[in-house]
């Protein structure tokens, strides 16, 4: 009898262990991996990627990560509820927007007035939506037609 309660013990143990091994840190955030720049907004042009300069955010498990500008790299912190994302990066506070997993949109990036999108590597994204646009040029007031009068 003895022999058959240490083996169901032993069992119940075992089974026990099995149960709680899944139990862990939690899931990984679907937002998790490296992004780049992709195109930047501001007053109706849109500036690609490469115009923008070598930009790209490593976002890592637990809330870490690291941003990179031009070679230089920095911590971060980042947090995602819902389609919300707040990164921390030298103080500051950006919050983006996230969409399909794929795309982040910062609307006002560090105060600039400027709209910046990032793109996960990896993900299949529609990148023609971020053509760069021309603006006419800027016609010399002195030097333009004068318009008719009216009569």
Do not use: R
């Not at 389609?83 to 399909?100: F, R, W």
């Not at 795309?103 to 793109?119: A, E």
């Amino acid at each position: 009898m003895k022999k058959y309660l240490s083996a169901a013990l032993g069992l119940l143990l075992l089974l026990s262990a099995l149960a709680l091994g899944g139990c862990g840190p939690s899931s990984k955030d679907a937002l998790e991996g490296k992004w780049n720049v992709a195109a930047g907004e501001m007053m109706g042009v849109i500036l690609g990627g490469d115009d923008i300069g070598g930009f790209s955010l490593d976002l890592k498990n637990g809330g870490k990560g690291t941003a990179t500008v031009n070679g230089s790299t920095g911590d971060l912190t980042w947090k995602h509820e819902g389609d919300k994302v707040t990164l921390e990066i030298s103080g500051e506070t950006l919050t983006a927007t996230a969409k399909d997993d794929a795309i982040l949109t910062f609307d006002d990036f560090m105060g600039m007035g400027m709209k910046i999108y990032f793109v996960k590597e990896g993900a299949s994204v529609d990148m023609s939506q971020f053509q760069t646009t021309t603006v006419a040029p800027v016609t010399d007031p002195g030097t333009a037609a004068e318009a008719p009068t009216p009569e």
